[in-house]
């Protein structure tokens, strides 16, 4: 067993950045005021201030105008107010129909599920084997009825990063608006909102070494969309609640500290261990495109041997990672994405979600491919299936 | 470290006890299937003189808790009759383990069931069952919901996934909603072939699928 922990699940939560740290702790200690109170004294313009410049920060980081840009707890909250803000905008006056993906993370997918009982209409479009959007489907599954398509700019799970400029054109020609959840994509897969055509966008700090509990949401000028945060004014009257400034404020400078160089960095490592996993240990199959996918992310199954297993075996060793397996999710339902590109229970059985951050190192790489390598010849021999015949079954 | 399993679990997950096939082994029997989750398959050796459980192996395809399982249940069956064998429940599986999480119920269960239908196997294949009942439509419908409907997770008769059972003359005909083509197909004939042919009063059973 290693010294230390390898942690490599970035996509779920990842850690804060010191330097993020200090740019929020003047936030909570000197000046703990709203921005709402800005008329009342000092400290509340000097919050407004900062809340302003982070705004601005922020919106550049799109392309957009300050006034685009609303924070909110999270990526959930902000596929919430972009999803059913619409939908409570237009369901009387223009129509009742919704387009997503069916391989969407659940904050887009429960949304869906939650206005379908409330009369909606949901179209759930299919994907490739690789998680592709069917770009057919979608052009003609919008009708006169539909009023928005929500389609994640890359997978939570598999990394495919979606076309979204051909999936924005259709919505254009169509007229119809367009969200994307942008959650594990933004900042290290660029989108601008001058070059691609999308109207909502979700995005938050958790992901990219910020803290826990600050989001935000791209709204693009004149979107219909109704609030349904109740409150104060905050947020462009689009969400009620006091201002997070100290989160504001970390989420601007965590997404300062993200470089180009350094997502070249996690590209390798992504590129190392999808290369030696498919190279060093037989019957594994890579999930999601080869190429076109998080530059963070790496996604294998494991064939004959079950996920939950494999996470706790790791554990053991020291190795944080995930899995798509029924038996690690608390529904006991298989990953939906891996179903959703066609792959059977079996396929997310054994499926490995790696995610990599700023503080894992190459080295950590080759570490736990020789691990998992041996944690997965032992779940095997102990496998009713992957014997000698399955086995050439499979490589053939 | 912090483990969501007991010591006892954790120990039995990372050394499994008994595990492997037996060679012609007595009575043996799969429960779940590979393509809508975990699987476990029993092996017995049974002493004739005494009906002792002499040897029990394990196959899993599983999570911690369904390996642990089936790790202890061989242990525990090992040395006992069949008879007290088969009493063996989930939950002294589940305390000689030191408790497993309630939501892994359905993981770990396999392992119980299968055991008792490795002894079932066994009582079968020897003439050994004692109550004699006929094949009835109730016993069907008991059997064939131990078959995984791979497309949803669920049993074939929860799923409606049978469209008829019927028997007579020792021929058991089971309808599937399915057509012949489907790549499940062939896995779900197999299953059900395999947990209805060894009824004592059954000499065939064929498996339909829809045109």
């Known amino acids: ?396 | 470290m912090k483990f969501p399993y007991s010591e006892k679990v954790l120990e039995h997950f990372r050394h499994p006890r008994n595990v492997g096939k037996i060679e012609n082994a007595d009575g043996k029997a799969t429960e779940g299937s590979p393509a809508c989750g975990d699987m476990v398959s029993v092996y017995i050796k049974v002493d004739p003189e005494t009906m002792t459980i002499s040897d029990a192996k394990f196959e899993s395809y599983g999570c911690a808790s369904n390996i642990a399982t089936g790790s202890i249940i061989t242990e525990l069956a090992k040395g006992r009759t069949l008879d007290e064998a088969k009493k063996i429940t989930w939950k002294e599986a589940s305390e000689a383990l030191g408790g497993l999480p309630k939501i892994k119920a359905h993981c770990s269960v396999l392992a119980v069931e299968g055991l008792r239908s490795a002894i079932q196997n066994y009582e079968e294949r020897h003439g050994l069952i004692k109550e004699k009942e006929p094949t009835t439509l109730a016993v069907v419908r008991r059997r064939l919901k131990k078959v995984m409907n791979p497309l949803a997770g669920l049993d074939v008769m929860r799923t409606n996934l049978v469209r008829d059972i019927q028997i007579g003359d020792g021929v058991i005909r089971v309808e599937v909603d399915l057509p012949v083509s489907h790549q499940f197909a062939p896995a779900i004939k197999e299953e059900i072939t395999e947990k209805l042919e060894t009824l004592w009063d059954i000499r065939e059973v064929i498996v339909e699928f829809a045109e």
């Open chain 1, 1 to 396: 067993m290693l010294g230390r922990r390898v942690y490599l699940d970035n996509a779920a939560a990842t850690r804060l950045d010191e330097r993020v740290l200090e740019a929020m702790k003047p936030y909570f200690f000197q000046n703990y005021a709203v921005a709402t109170s800005e008329f009342a004294y000092s400290e509340g313009i000097e919050a407004r201030e900062a809340l302003d410049k982070v705004r601005n920060d922020l919106s550049n980081a799109f392309g957009a105008s300050p006034e685009e840009f609303i924070f909110s707890s999270g990526s959930a909250e902000s596929s919430n107010i972009a999803i059913k803000g619409v939908a409570l905008a237009l369901g009387k006056k223009k129509g009742t129909h919704i387009i997503i993906s069916k391989i969407e993370d659940f904050p887009v997918l429960h949304c869906a599920r939650a206005l379908e009982k409330q009369g909606f209409q949901v179209t759930y479009l299919n994907v490739d084997g690789d998680g592709f959007v069917d770009i057919d489907q979608l052009r003609d599954s919008i009708t006169d009825n539909t009023i928005l398509v929500s389609i994640h700019h890359a997978n939570q799970e598999i990394g495919t990063v979606q076309d979204i400029e051909s999936i924005g054109r259709i919505c254009q020609e169509k007229g119809v608006l367009f969200h994307t959840d942008a959650t594990h994509s933004f900042p290290r897969v660029p989108l601008n909102v001058r070059e691609t055509s999308v109207d909502l966008i979700t995005v938050a700090a958790h992901t990219i070494h910020g803290p826990k509990g600050i989001g935000g949401l791209y709204v693009r000028k004149g979107t219909p969309i109704v609030k349904w945060m109740d409150g104060g004014f905050q947020e462009f009257d689009l969400r009620a609640g006091l201002e997070n400034i100290p989160g504001a404020v970390g989420f601007a400078k965590a997404v300062e500290l993200i470089t180009p160089e350094e997502t070249r960095r996690l590209q390798t490592m992504r590129d190392r261990i999808i290369d030696l996993m498919l190279a060093h240990i037989p019957h594994t199959t890579l999930n999601g495109h080869r190429w076109k996918r998080l530059p963070q992310n790496a996604n294998i199954t494991f064939h004959f041997v079950e996920g939950e297993s494999i996470t706790l075996h790791l554990d053991m060793h020291g190795f944080a990672v995930s899995t798509g397996s029924a038996c690690f999710s608390r529904s006991l339902e298989s990953s939906h994405v891996i179903m959703g590109i066609g792959g059977d229970h079996e396929r997310a059985h054994g499926s490995i979600r790696f995610t990599f951050g700023r503080y894992n190192i190459i080295e950590e790489v080759d570490e736990i491919v020789v691990t998992l390598g041996e944690i997965v010849k032992d779940l095997r021999k102990i496998s009713p299936l992957g014997k000698e015949t399955d086995k050439k079954e499979s490589e053939r």
